[in-house]
């Protein structure tokens, strides 16, 4: 039998969607959440990561990349 569930599979796309900065709102249409905040909600411990690659972008643009 296959280990996994459906349901872990479609969080696992949906984690490594938001970790790769994927804009939420398409993460929000994929899984067919009716709000974007059930989405975020729901996903929001990998936010960190993408704060942190937006952070570097954004220093990249202020200043150059280093």
Same mark, same amino acid.
């Given at each position: 039998?296959?280990?996994?569930s459906?349901?872990? *599979?479609? +969080?696992?796309? @949906?984690? *490594?969607?938001l970790?790769?900065?994927?804009?939420?709102?398409? #993460?929000?249409? #994929?899984?067919? +959440?009716?709000?974007?905040?059930?989405?975020?909600?729901?996903?929001? +411990?990998?936010?960190?990561? #993408? +704060?942190?690659?937006? @952070?570097?972008?954004y220093?990249?643009?202020?200043?150059?990349?280093?």
């Amino acid at each position: 039998m296959f280990p996994y569930s459906f349901h872990d *599979l479609r +969080h696992t796309v @949906a984690s *490594l969607m938001l970790a790769e900065n994927i804009n939420p709102k398409i #993460v929000k249409e #994929v899984l067919g +959440h009716s709000d974007m905040t059930v989405t975020l909600d729901i996903y929001s +411990h990998v936010l960190p990561v #993408v +704060h942190q690659q937006t @952070a570097s972008q954004y220093e990249d643009m202020l200043f150059g990349s280093q």
